[in-house]
């Protein structure tokens, strides 16, 4: 008898719906996954809210996974059932320039499992043997599920090079902030200054280690920065990517200085000056995902202590309300709300 299978369709941020579809067979070189946790991303609320430039609604989500596996196809073999593992969900073509040259986190093709493509927000999904890592033993799937979210942070700060005696400002302290904090930091980071519209976010920006944490709507933002840094900074993630925070990036930022862009822009054109990036010789950078690289970083960061898993999932709910998981996720008290499935109470 075939398997029940849950998947979550999200058509807008209140039209969230657990749909029940034939659990999938794994085909050659897949594997079946029975889903443990999913985290839901800045990515999915944003999509949800109908301001993902790359996501189209309705669309089924879940790329932030970890689960069991359940089955293997043919040429799948390598992973047996019961092994613990975590989704990396860029799907890529293998023969483009970029893939070629091991950048498959720009392929001209690219799709990303559970944004372009039905994903993990199901008690059972297929997914290809080459796409997932193994859990190392004793890391809970509370830590597992934070190794795709530190992957992005951790390929961002390797963008920026090496970053020892060197000080960084981060804008935004959501949960990709607040990695790219932890990350920046372990790769040497000198002084770190964060910035946020919200308080308790600024609060728990400094409790998991900046220098300082200061009103993104201060109008002195660019001179408190600076002193709280001893001067403009080496480095400016950009974890907000709007015309604000932008312009303020621009102003924190050294001359020579280099500016990543880490969080995803609204559709359309944004204004920058551009002559202050010419006349002081600034470099902008976007940023991409990550490769298994990255993937690899993070899981040796996460086994190591580097990240407090407790500080950054303030939130758990069951697959069936999933729309509350949305919901808890746009509130500023939490940082990383996670989704559990098929009846599973997540290792800890």
């Not at 189209?56 to 989500?61: A, C, G, Q, V, W």
């Amino acid at each position: 008898m075939p398997q029940p299978n849950r998947r979550v369709l999200v058509r807008s941020i209140d039209d969230i719906s657990v749909e029940e579809v034939p659990a999938p067979e794994p085909g050659p070189d897949e594997l079946l996954v029975r889903s443990t946790v999913i985290g839901v991303c800045g990515s999915d609320t944003h999509a949800a809210l109908g301001r993902h430039p790359f996501i189209s609604l309705p669309y089924r989500p879940g790329h932030e996974v970890v689960g069991v596996v359940a089955a293997v196809g043919e040429g799948a073999e390598a992973f047996a059932p019961g092994t613990r593992v975590i989704i990396e969900p860029n799907l890529y073509c293998g023969t483009c320039a970029q893939c070629r040259s091991g950048r498959y986190n720009i392929c001209r093709r690219l799709e990303v499992f559970g944004c372009q493509t039905p994903g993990g927000m199901a008690d059972f999904f297929t997914i290809p043997a080459g796409r997932v890592h193994r859990v190392p033993e004793g890391m809970s799937d509370l830590q597992a599920a934070l190794v795709e979210p530190l992957a992005t942070p951790v390929h961002a700060v390797a963008k920026a090079g090496d970053l020892t005696g060197r000080t960084v400002a981060v804008l935004g302290a959501g949960p990709i902030g607040l990695l790219v904090l932890a990350a920046a930091r372990h790769a040497g980071a000198a002084r770190i200054v964060v910035t946020d519209l919200l308080d308790n976010k600024r609060r728990r920006a400094v409790r998991l280690g900046a220098d300082d944490a200061l009103p993104a709507d201060a109008s002195d933002l660019a001179a408190q920065a600076h002193a709280v840094l001893g001067g403009p900074a080496d480095v400016v993630f950009d974890c907000v990517a709007r015309e604000q925070s932008m312009a303020q990036a621009v102003d924190v930022v050294a001359k020579g200085g280099q500016i990543v862009v880490v969080g995803v822009g609204a559709p359309g054109p944004t204004p920058i000056r551009l002559d202050l990036v010419q006349d002081r010789e600034i470099r902008i950078e976007g940023t991409l995902m990550y490769t298994a690289d990255d993937y690899r970083t993070a899981l040796g960061l996460i086994t190591a202590g580097v990240i407090d898993a407790d500080a950054i999932v303030t939130g758990t709910y069951p697959l069936e309300d999933a729309g509350k998981a949305f919901a808890a996720s746009l509130q500023p008290e939490h940082v990383k709300v996670l989704i559990t499935a098929a009846g599973q109470e997540p290792l800890k």
